[in-house]
Structures are given as structure tokens and as C-alpha cells.
């Protein structure tokens, strides 16, 4: 049977079902569907039409919206975003200021690299079978990412640090291609 805390939030057409735990703080809003045994608490927002189901946890201040679906076994937690028609799924971690965002797809944890500034870097396969880079409202290709920093950051000291993350992010993918 679900549970729903003193605290927590559960607003619109939302809905928790089957063993679902929504505690803390938590926001649970629009056409958002909470199901199976996952947790949603904390002070974090499932919102939108957004689903998060099997035994996943979404906690801290994560925000899940858009069409996005949090599933399987994944945790969402810190600050992290997953939004858009995004998926995480598996056991992927998705965790600090990391941003899931477009059709990525997670099923394993993503490689994030927080720039000196604090901007989180994350590099991950979408729906479409191509990789793109996330980072805060940024949603790239990796040529299109490293063509738009060395435009906006090539003459700033952020310009070497943020090419460097992504020949790491780069580098990160060979190696999870090599794997499969």
C-alpha cells in the first residue's frame, strides 16, 4: 500500500500507487505517476508528466519533469535534474548538479565533471543512438559543444578546463563502447 508523509505534497492529477513512499517535503504534482516500490523524498519534485516506478529513489532536491521516466533500480539525488523525455533506468546514479535532459538514456551511471564554476558536465547516449553533452540548460552534440565553448569560453580561463572535460567525457565513451 502506498504512503504519503505528513509533509509531503501530492497535487493535480498525480498519482501514487502500489508500495510507493513519497516522505519528507516532497512534491509530487501535474500528471506525475509514482508507482511499484519507489521513493520519492526529501525535498525533491516529481512534476509534470513524469514517471518514476519500479525501485527507484528520486531524493534530496532532484527534480524529475517533463516526460521523463526514472525506473529499475536508478537513484536521482543532490541537485541532479532529469527532464525532457529522459530516461534513467538500471542502476544508474544520477547525482550532484547533473542534468539528464532531451531523449538521453541512462542505464548505467553517467561520467559528470563539475567545471571550477560549479557548471556539472555529462556526456550520454539519446533515444536517436547519438551521444550528446549535458550541461546545465546545454544540450550538445560533442562537435556542437566543443564549437559553442570555444566560441563563449576560448579567451577565459574556463576555455583550456572546459575543453579538457570534454576530451575526458570523450574518452569516457570509448571506454563504455569497449565494454558492451
Known sequence: MSYIGP??????????????????????????????????????????NATVGADARVTDY???????????NARVTGNAIVTGNARVTGNARVTGNATVTGTM?????????????????????????????SAGCRYFTMEEAEAHWRETRGDTPLGPETMIILIALGSWRLLCEDQI
Open 7 to 48: 509533509n509531503a505534497t501530492v497535487t493535480g492529477n498525480a498519482t501514487v500507487g502500489g508500495n510507493a513512499t513519497v516522505t519528507g517535503t516532497a512534491t509530487v504534482t501535474g500528471d506525475a505517476t509514482v508507482t511499484g516500490d519507489a521513493t520519492v523524498g526529501g525535498n525533491a519534485t516529481v512534476g509534470a
Open 62 to 72: 532532484a527534480i524529475v519533469t517533463g516526460n521523463a521516466t526514472v525506473s529499475g
Open 105 to 133: 538514456i541512462l542505464d548505467r551511471t553517467p561520467m559528470t565533471i563539475t567545471r571550477s564554476d560549479g557548471y556539472t558536465f555529462l556526456y550520454a547516449p539519446c533515444a536517436d543512438g547519438i551521444w550528446r553533452v
